[in-house]
Each structure stands twice: as structure tokens, then as C-alpha cells.
């Protein structure tokens, strides 16, 4: 789908500025706003649309009229309880100085949850096939002004806007610590609003065994799954479900250190 990026409904000096860079970075037309609405730019130009606003970028894909934004969501109540006790990160027994792979960034909250865990001697990479989903997220981490306690976390994070599958190829044998995979569910969980407005636009491909198989890999120590609890992949690449009581999604768990 074609992305064209445009300014907020009144422009200032800083959207233009913000407008401008993310055409060049992305290689996408900048088109005027003229005052228009998201869905009369959506209809005139058939594309989906990046809107440099006042103090993030927002992406609004054709059809769709709630933006998708960066904003830390569930990463900033989990940074607040105690960090080892994380479902994700207990699961992957992650470790301060640890290099985390995260195959699937998205909105990038497991993300910063590893990133705080992992602290200034640890690393973080995370992988994200769209390439203005990785936009909005990379500019965002840079930016995000609100939470203190997360910015040091936020950028650490090194984006790669990349297919993870491809990536993971190019690491070698043992590499990374943890390799965290997030696929789009397939079942669409209710509740679950951050990912609405990304339906139908973020990469909605799925586990393979290929993608298993290089994540076993590359990774020293876990590879983790997070999937729908009614999922088969757990079981069909042999990772070790974590059932979460009450909740909607599991962990599975491949255990790279088990001869
Ligand atoms: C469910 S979301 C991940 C949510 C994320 N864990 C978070 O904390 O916000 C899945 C994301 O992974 C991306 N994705 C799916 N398959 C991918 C792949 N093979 N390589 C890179 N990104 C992928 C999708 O575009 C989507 O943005």
C-alpha cells in the first residue's frame, strides 16, 4: 500500500520540519494538508497516511480514522512492579547485560519492559517488517517525554526495519541472548485496543519452522512464543507452554540450554 506523509490540520514550522524528514527517511510523497480531513486525503490520494501532528507522529491507515502512535501502554505499569517478576521476563529468565532479540517490535512494550531489564550493559533489538510502523516506533522512543523512569529503556532499543526471518539468518550461532517472537493473533482478542487500528496493515504473517529453526539458532539461552491460549503453535515447533490463569494469551518456552 502507497503512504504519503502530510502535517497536522493547522502546520507550524516543527510539523513541516517533521513532515519533510519522514519523506525523506521513508522515501514517501509529501502531500499538503490544505485543512483536509484524514478521510478526504484517505479518498483523494488512495494511500495510507502519516500526519507529522503537534508532538508524534501519527499513522492512519486507508480506511481507518483512530491513529496508530507510539506510547509505552502496558510497559509502563509492568516497569513499576518488580522487573524480575514480569511474566515475559521470567519466562525468558532474562538478565541484566543480556541482548534481547525482539522478532515482532509492534507498539515496542515488551520491548521497553526488556530494555529496562537488560539495563546499560545489556542490548536490544527489535525487528519490525513494516517499515512505517518501525518509523513511528523508532521516532517515538527517541522522543517520548512523559515516564522519566523509561528513557534511558526507550533508547536503547535499536530498531531494525526488517523481516525478523531474514535478520535472524544473518545472525551467527548463539548470538543473542533471548529471541522474543509476538505474531499477530489470529483470533482478535476484544480487549486488546492498542493494535485496532493496525488490522489488516501490520505484518500478519506467522510462526514457520524456518523462523523457529534460525531463532533456536542464534539464541544462547530462550526462545519465548507469546500466542493465543488456543493457539497449536506451542506445540507444533516444541515450546514448552507457561498456561497464564484468566488470561487470554500464553508464553511458550524453547529452552536453548537443555543439551
Ligand atoms: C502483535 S504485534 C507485537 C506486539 C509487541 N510485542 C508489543 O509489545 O507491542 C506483531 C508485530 O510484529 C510485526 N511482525 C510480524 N511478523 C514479523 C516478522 N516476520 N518480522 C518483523 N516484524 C513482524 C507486525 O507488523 C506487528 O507490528
Known sequence: MKTIVTTAYRPNGKTDRMAAQAAEDLSIPFVLRKKRS????????????????????????????????????????????????????????????????????????????????????????????????????????????????????????????????ELLKSLPDDSVDVVYMDPMFTEEITEASNFTPLRGTADEGQLSGEWVKEAVRAARKSVVLKAHFRSADFEKYGFARRVRPNTKFHYGLIDCRTP
Open 38 to 165: 484524514i478521510e478526504k486525503i484517505h479518498a483523494e490520494e488512495c494511500a495510507d497516511v502519516l500526519v507529522a501532528a503537534k508532538e508524534r507522529l501519527e499513522f492512519y491507515p486507508l480506511g481507518k480514522t483512530e491513529p496508530f502512535f507510539f506510547h509505552p501502554n502496558s510497559a509502563a505499569f509492568r516497569t513499576k512492579r518488580p522487573i524480575e517478576e514480569d511474566p515475559l521476563v521470567a519466562v525468558s529468565k532474562l538478565e541484566a547485560g543480556d541482548v534481547f532479540f525482539d522478532c515482532t517490535l509492534g507498539m515496542a512494550s515488551d520491548a521497553i519492559v526488556a530494555a529496562y531489564r537488560v539495563g546499560s550493559e545489556g542490548k536490544v533489538i527489535g525487528c519490525e517488517s513494516h517499515p512505517v510502523l518501525a518509523y513511528v516506533i523508532e521516532q517515538g522512543l527517541g522522543r517520548y517525554e512523559e515516564m522519566p523512569h523509561l528513557h534511558e529503556a526507550m533508547k536503547r532499543i535499536e530498531v531494525a526495519s526488517k523481516n525478523s526471518v
